[in-house]
C-alpha cells in the first residue's frame, strides 16, 4: 500500500493502540511480569524487520502526525504525552511515596525519580516524530522537559519540605557521629539539582538555605559550650576538624557549589563570633602560644583565621605586640647590665686611682671599653637570635604573609631604634660589624657563620630609622680596619658590601667601595714607589717608608695640623711626592699625620726596645735626639700642635711602661671619643639632604603648601633617615632667606619655588 493510499487513523483508536505500549512500560517498571523492551529491539526500530509492537508504536506515532487536517493530532498526541505522565504519578507514584516517612521516603522518592527518568527516556522516544517536526515549528517545550515538569509539579512541589527536613535531620545524625547512607543522601539531592534542569534554583532555595540555617544553628550551640569548657588549642582542634568533616561531607553528597557557603558557616559560628574570646583566653590564648613557642597550635591558628574576614587582623596585633615586648625586654636588660658594669667601674677607679695613676686608669678605661663592647655584642646577638626566631614564625607558622611581615617589621623598628647605654642601635650595629669583620674580634666564627651573621645584620639595618647614622659609623669604622690592617678578610668586607647595597642602595655604599678600592689602588702605589726608590738612587729617604694614598671624598674627615714633622720625616715626604708627581700632577697631597705609625728603635740603659708609636708620638720622642730636657712650652712650639694635642701626647709618653723582658712594646694614645663628631657630620649631611630635597621638590612642583611639602620631603627622605619635622622648617626658612623659596603673599602656608 503507498502513501496515498493509507488508512486514516483516528484519535481513540491510535491512542488506544498506544495505550497499550504505554502500560507495558508502566508494568516494567513496577516490577509486573511484562517482556522488556531490550537493547536490541530498540535499535531493531531503525532496521528491518521490525518487532511488530514497538514498530506500530512508531508508525502508529507518525502516521496521525502527519495525516492530512483535520486528522494532524499533532498537538492532541503532544497532550496525551502529558496526560499519560500525570495520570501514572497521580494514580501510583504519588501514593506511594505519601505512605512513606523519613528514610523510607527518601528511598522511595529515589526510586520514583529513578523510574520517571526511565519512563520518559522511553516515552520521549516512542513519540519522537514529536520532538523533530511539531514542537520545533510550534517553540513548544521539548518531550524530555514535559515529562521531568510533570514530576516537578506534582511530586516535588508537595513533597520537597518533607524531603528537605529528612535529610537535614540525617546530616545532623551524622554530625553526631551516627553512621548514615551516604549513597541515599547523594541521590536525593541529585533530584534537588536534576529538577532544575539545568538551574540550581530548586536546589538553594528549596534545600541549601534550611540547610545552612540548620548548620549555623548547630555550631552555635556547639562553639557556646566549648568556648566555656575548652583551652584555645582544644578549641581550635576541634574547629579544625569541624572543617574537615563538612568539607568531607561536600565530597560525598551535597553539590559542589555548597562548599564555601557551608564552610562560610561553620567558621563564622566557630571562629568569627568567638575571636576575641578564643585569642584572648588567659592561659590557652595567642599570647601564650607565643610565650609557649606552641608552633604547631599557631600554625593551626593561622589557618583557621586566614579563612574569615580580617580573621588575621588580632592574630597579627597579638603578634606584633609580643615581639615587642620582647624586643624591649631585650633593651632593659642591656640598659640594666650595661649600668651594673659602670658602678663597678668607677667603684674600681676610686680604689686604683692613688696606686696605678694615669697609665693604669688609662688601661682601666680600655677595658670598661672592652667591657661595654662585650655587652653591646651580646645585646645585638639576643637580637639577631629574636629576628631569627620570629622571622620562622612567619614564614612558618604564618605562612610568610605580608601581614606578619608587616607586623614583624613594625615591633623591630619599635625596640630596634630605642639604643642602648647611651649608644645608638646604628653605632651597636656598626661596632657588632666592626667586631666580627676586625682581626681579634670577640666573635670566633667560621667563613659560613660570618656571611650568615653578616646577612642578619643587614636585615635588622632595614628597621633602623637613623640608616646614614649607621653608614657613618661603619665606614669610621671600616676606615680604621682598612688603614691599620685589621680587616681580617677582604672578601667578608666586600660581601657586607654588596649586602648593604643590595638593601640601601648604590649611594648609600659608593664611598665604602671606594676605601676599599683605594686600598687596592695603595697597595700598587706603593710596590710602584719601591720600584721607583730602587731605580733612583738620589732619592733615598733614608728609613722604610710605606704611604697609603687616598681619595679625599670616600674617606671620614680627618684633622690635618701643620705638624712640625722631625728632619728624618721631612725628608720621607719630599722623596714621595717627588715620586708622586711623576705619575699625576693634577692631584694634591694632604698629609693625615694623624693616622700615621712609626717603629723606633730606643736605645735605654739596659736595653735597646722597639717602640711602636704614633707619628705625633714619633716626633715628641725624636725632639729628645738633640736634648736631654724640654719644657711642656718648647715641646709644643716645636711641634706645632694644640694644648690639647700636647696633653694627650706626653700623658701617653709618661705613663708608658713595660715589664723588663719586653723587646717590643707598642704606645697607645688615649682613646678619643668620635661619636659626638660622627653625629655632627651627620646632622651637618642631613640638613643639606632636606635642602635637597626641599628644592627637588619645589623644583618640579613650583608651587606647594606647607604640610605636603613635608610629607614629601619625608618620604623621599625616609629611606636614610627620619627627618625631624622642626628641621624641616628651619631648613624652608632658610631656603626663603637665601631667595630659593617665597611665601605666597595671600597664604602663608603655600610656598612658591624662585628660579
Not at 335 to 361: M, P, R, T
Not at 380 to 394: C, F, G, P, Q
Not at 584 to 602: A, D, E, F, P, V
Not at 719 to 743: C, G, N, Q, S, V
Request: charged letters at 30%.
Amino acid at each position: 500500500m503507498t502513501m496515498n493510499e493509507r488508512k486514516t487513523i483516528d484519535l481513540e483508536q491510535g491512542w488506544e493502540f498506544m495505550q497499550k505500549g504505554i502500560t507495558k512500560l508502566k508494568n516494567i517498571l513496577e516490577g509486573l511480569p511484562e517482556p522488556q523492551f531490550s537493547s536490541e529491539d530498540y535499535m531493531m526500530l531503525y532496521t528491518y524487520p521490525f518487532p511488530y509492537d514497538i514498530v506500530l508504536l512508531h508508525v502508529t506515532i507518525y502516521n496521525m502526525c502527519t495525516q492530512k487536517p483535520p486528522h494532524d493530532y499533532s498537538q492532541q498526541l503532544y497532550d496525551k504525552y502529558r496526560e499519560s505522565f500525570e495520570e501514572y504519578i497521580t494514580s501510583t507514584v504519588l501514593p506511594s511515596i505519601r505512605e512513606k516517612h523519613d528514610e523510607f521516603m527518601l528511598r522511595e522518592l529515589v526510586k520514583r525519580w529513578a523510574n520517571h527518568k526511565v519512563m520518559v527516556r522511553w516515552l520521549s522516544r516512542f513519540f519522537h516524530y514529536l520532538d523533530r517536526y511539531f514542537i520545533a515549528r510550534r517553540s513548544l517545550p521539548p518531550l524530555n522537559e514535559v515529562g521531568l515538569t510533570c514530576f516537578r509539579d506534582l511530586v516535588y512541589l508537595e513533597l520537597n519540605g518533607k524531603v528537605r527536613d529528612a535529610v537535614i535531620s540525617l546530616i545532623d545524625q551524622e554530625r553526631e557521629g551516627e553512621q548514615i547512607d551516604r549513597a541515599l543522601l547523594k541521590n536525593v539531592l541529585d533530584i534537588f539539582v536534576e529538577i532544575g534542569m539545568g538551574q540550581m534554583d530548586h536546589y538553594e532555595n528549596d534545600f541549601e538555605d534550611a540547610m545552612l540555617k540548620d548548620t549555623a544553628a548547630y555550631y552555635s550551640r556547639k562553639a557556646s559550650n566549648w568556648i566555656l569548657e575548652d583551652s584555645c588549642p582544644d578549641y581550635m582542634l576541634k574547629a579544625e576538624e569541624c572543617l574537615k568533616r563538612e568539607k568531607d561531607r561536600v565530597s560525598h553528597y551535597l553539590h559542589s557549589s555548597s562548599e564555601p557557603k557551608l564552610l562560610e558557616k561553620v567558621q563564622h559560628e566557630l571562629l568569627s563570633v568567638y575571636a576575641n574570646q578564643l585569642l584572648e583566653k588567659e592561659h590557652s590564648g595567642c599570647h601564650a602560644l607565643l610565650r609557649d613557642d606552641k608552633v604547631e597550635d599557631l600554625s593551626r591558628m593561622f589557618r583557621l583565621f586566614s579563612k574569615i574576614p580580617k580573621g588575621l587582623d588580632p592574630v597579627s596585633n597579638i603578634f606584633k605586640q609580643h615581639v615587642t615586648a620582647e624586643g624591649t625586654a631585650l633593651v632593659k636588660q642591656a640598659e640594666d647590665a650595661a649600668s651594673n658594669k659602670k658602678v663597678c667601674f668607677y667603684y674600681g677607679c676610686f680604689l686604683l686611682q692613688f696606686i696605678l695613676f694615669y697609665f693604669l686608669i688609662c688601661c682601666i678605661i680600655a677595658e670598661k671599653r672592652d667591657v661595654v663592647g662585650l655587652q653591646e655584642q651580646v645585646f645585638v646577638r639576643k637580637v639577631i637570635e629574636l629576628h631569627d626566631k620570629y622571622l620562622a614564625y612567619v614564614n612558618d607558622c604564618f605562612q610568610n604573609h605580608t601581614l606578619f611581615h608587616k607586623s614583624l617589621k613594625e615591633a623591630f623598628e619599635v625596640f630596634c631604634n630605642k639604643g642602648v647605654a647611651g649608644s645608638s642601635s646604628a653605632e651597636l650595629l656598626a661596632t657588632f660589624c666592626d667586631n666580627i669583620l676586625k682581626k681579634g674580634g670577640s666573635e670566633k666564627l667560621s667563613d659560613e657563620a660570618i656571611e650568615e651573621t653578616l646577612e642578619k645584620v643587614v636585615k635588622l639595618l632595614a628597621y633602623i630609622s637613623d640608616k646614614d647614622l649607621f653608614a657613618e659609623f661603619y665606614r669610621k669604622k671600616l676606615a680604621r680596619r682598612l688603614l691599620f690592617d685589621k680587616s681580617a678578610n677582604d672578601d667578608h668586607e666586600r660581601s657586607i658590601l654588596t649586602k648593604l647595597k643590595q638593601q640601601c642602595g648604590g649611594q648609600f655604599t659608593s664611598k665604602m667601595e671606594g676605601m676599599v678600592t683605594d686600598l687596592t689602588l695603595a697597595r700598587e702605589n706603593q710596590t710602584s714607589f719601591e720600584e721607583y726608590l730602587s731605580n733612583n738612587s738620589n732619592a733615598n729617604p733614608g728609613i722604610d717608608l710605606t704611604v697609603t694614598v687616598l681619595t679625599t671624598g670616600f674617606w671620614p674627615s680627618y684633622k690635618s695640623f701643620d705638624l712640625n714633622l722631625p728632619a728624618e720625616m721631612v725628608k720621607c715626604v719630599e722623596v714621595f711626592r717627588e715620586f708622586y708627581q711623576t705619575k699625576t700632577k693634577h692631584r694634591k697631597l694632604t698629609w693625615i699625620y694623624s693616622l700615621g705609625t712609626c717603629n723606633l728603635l730606643g736605645k735605654f740603659e739596659t736595653r735597646n726596645t722597639e717602640l711602636i708609636v704614633t707619628t705625633y708620638q714619633a716626633s715628641a720622642l725624636l725632639l729628645f735626639n738633640s736634648s736631654d730636657r724640654l719644657s711642656y712650652s718648647e715641646i709644643m712650639t716645636q711641634l706645632n700642635l694644640t694644648d690639647d694635642d700636647v696633653v694627650r701626647l706626653l700623658h701617653s709618653l709618661s705613663c708608658a711602661n713595660s715589664p723588663d723582658k719586653m723587646r717590643r712594646i707598642k704606645i697607645p694614645l688615649p682613646p678619643v671619643d668620635e661619636k659626638k663628631k660622627v653625629i655632627e657630620d651627620v646632622d651637618k649631611d642631613r640638613r643639606y639632604a632636606i635642602d635637597a630635597s626641599i628644592v627637588r621638590i619645589m623644583k618640579s612642583r613650583k608651587v606647594l603648601g606647607h604640610q605636603q611639602l613635608v610629607l614629601e620631603c619625608v618620604e623621599q627622605l625616609g629611606r636614610m633617615f627620619k627627618p625631624d619635622f622642626k628641621a624641616i622648617k628651619k631648613r624652608i626658612e632658610d631656603l626663603i632667606t637665601r631667595d630659593y623659596l617665597e611665601r605666597d603673599k595671600t597664604n602663608p602656608n603655600m610656598f612658591r619655588y624662585l628660579a
